[in-house]
């Protein structure tokens, strides 16, 4: 079965509703986290539509969710986990060699 959910596209053909599903993806990560925990999530029109622990798992719960009358869709999956913040190490003084 062709799937009506479409996750990726030729490069330089991203639909622009695209990065506003990421922008929203990106600014509601905490409460996604809460909500579903550690997963990936299908995101169409600001609303997650399926989860799970693989893409394809998320896809096919995606689907199911999908109305009807929606022929095909443009969404992202992401993986929703806790935001984590690097560190960058100070380098370390050059020591001349004796």
């Known amino acids: 079965m062709t799937s ?3 996750t990726s596209f030729p ?3 991203t639909p622009p509703s695209i990065w506003d599903e ?3 993806f990106i600014k509601n990560r905490e409460m996604l986290l809460e909500q579903y925990g550690s997963c ?5 029109g600001q609303t997650v539509l399926g ?5 394809e798992e998320a896809l096919e719960n995606a689907e199911n969710n999908l109305p009807p009358e929606l022929k095909t869709v443009n969404a992202i999956a ?3 986990r806790p935001a ?5 190490a100070a380098p370390s003084p050059i020591r001349e060699q004796v």
């Open 84 to 88: 984590y913040r690097l560190r960058r």
């Open 22 to 24: 990421y922008d929203w």
């Open 78 to 80: 992401d993986y929703i």
């Open 4 to 6: 009506r959910i479409i």
């Open 11 to 13: 490069k330089g053909e």
């Open 40 to 44: 990936i999530a299908v995101v169409y």
């Open 51 to 55: 989860t799970g622990a693989t893409f």
